[in-house]
């Protein structure tokens, strides 16, 4: 059995080669469908904010005994808050989120709340926020994120010099962003504002490993016009296999302490800011790494692909491959015609072009 640093050697090299590249189409299409199920689960039964960003009351009550929800539930019935959201905090917690109280109904409510659980009344700590600030925060996190979206557009289109790498880098944070929501509905975890600092913080990271496999697509295909061993595509699926190892490692090591803190903050704790933040962060490095290297790559290949110069190499490599001459372009001649033929695996070829050309040495 190979060990993992061989088969990272190997992967590196092109002697292991996975056509990540040539089952594009299987890859966009899993992608597209996934974001097409998170728009449905974003609608219905869409997500689940906190009072943060709708505004209303929330009471906590400390101290409680083991059977701890009910009490609470019979509470609210009573006060005609049928609506109202009761959670565990902890395993001596209760969180009781309800709509926006008057100051006289909410001191009713500590009070009954206090009398139910058979605690102090300084045991139970009553919140209002306003509708204005919730929606003042929904607002303020929503422009956060079009600013970020805009600033990478920018930033990638200046960095790789060219609006297709910038169109797929953008394409798999949409993706991240909307299957990380996904999550949120389906699970019906509060999105507060820890839920936004998580999401703008896997988006930087998601960012990060897509502008580390495109600096290698960039340094392999600068100037893969002037050899006719390998299509661009052949190309970026090397650049792909080459740094997947290192997204590999870089995930593992990222995502084992979020997921500690996730089962920590869910199983101990009963919720709250720290799960809020670590769920965010966990679903949204597994999909931003596994975005960059099946949807950004792809997607980055389908659209230049479209491009008539890369079409015209495409079929130069492939009348090379069949055994057509291919005329040199910049010598002013066409390229060899179309040969119908099947793109040979990353790996079989690659590393002839790259190859550096040897001076045979003088005899003495």
């Known amino acids: 059995m190979k060990s993992f640093a061989t088969w990272g050697n190997e992967l590196y090299s092109g002697k292991t080669s996975y056509d990540i590249i040539g089952r594009r189409k299987l890859w966009i299409s899993i992608g597209l469908v996934l974001i ?70 909410q001191r009713s409510v500590r009070a009954e709340l206090a009398k139910a659980y058979n605690v102090d009344e300084s045991k139970v700590t009553a919140t209002t926020i306003g509708p204005s600030w919730g929606a003042d925060v929904t607002k303020k996190a929503a422009q956060s994120l079009v ?21 797929a880098a953008l394409f798999a944070l949409l993706h991240d962003i909307l299957l990380t929501g996904g999550v949120f509905a389906l699970t019906q975890v509060e999105v507060s504002p820890a839920t936004v600092i998580g999401l703008l913080t896997i988006l930087g990271y998601s960012l990060y490993d897509t502008v580390v496999v495109f600096d290698k697509v960039r340094e392999l295909t600068q100037d893969f016009k002037s050899q006719h061993f390998n299509t661009y595509g052949e190309l970026v699926n090397l650049a792909v296999n080459q740094t997947l190892v290192r997204s590999i490692n870089t995930s593992v090591v990222a995502v084992l302490p979020v997921g500690a803190i996730l089962v920590i903050s869910t199983v101990v704790l009963g919720g709250g800011t720290l799960r809020d933040i670590s769920l965010a962060l966990f679903c949204g490095m597994v999909v931003g790494t596994a975005s960059s290297i099946l949807i950004a790559s792809p997607v980055l290949v389908a659209v230049r692909g479209r491009e008539a110069s890369v079409k015209k190499h495409t079929q130069a490599v492939y009348a090379k491959r069949a055994g057509k001459s291919v005329v040199d372009e910049d010598e002013g001649s066409s390229a060899a015609q179309h040969v119908s033929a099947t793109p040979v695996k990353a790996g079989r070829h690659l590393g002839q072009a790259a190859q550096p050309k040897r001076t045979p040495r003088s005899k003495r």
Do not use: C
């Open 36 to 105: 097409v199920l998170s728009l449905i689960t974003l609608v219905f039964p869409g997500l689940n904010p906190s009072v943060d960003f709708k505004g209303g009351s929330e009471f906590t009550i400390s101290s409680v005994p083991a059977d701890k929800l009910e009490p609470a539930k019979k509470v609210l019935e009573d006060a005609g808050q049928k609506d109202a959201n009761v959670r565990d905090l902890g395993s001596t917690g209760v969180r009781v989120q309800t709509k926006s109280l008057p100051t006289k109904a």
């Open 147 to 167: 600013i970020f979206l805009v600033l990478v557009a920018i930033v990638m289109a200046l960095y790789f010099r060219t609006w297709t790498m910038a169109f």
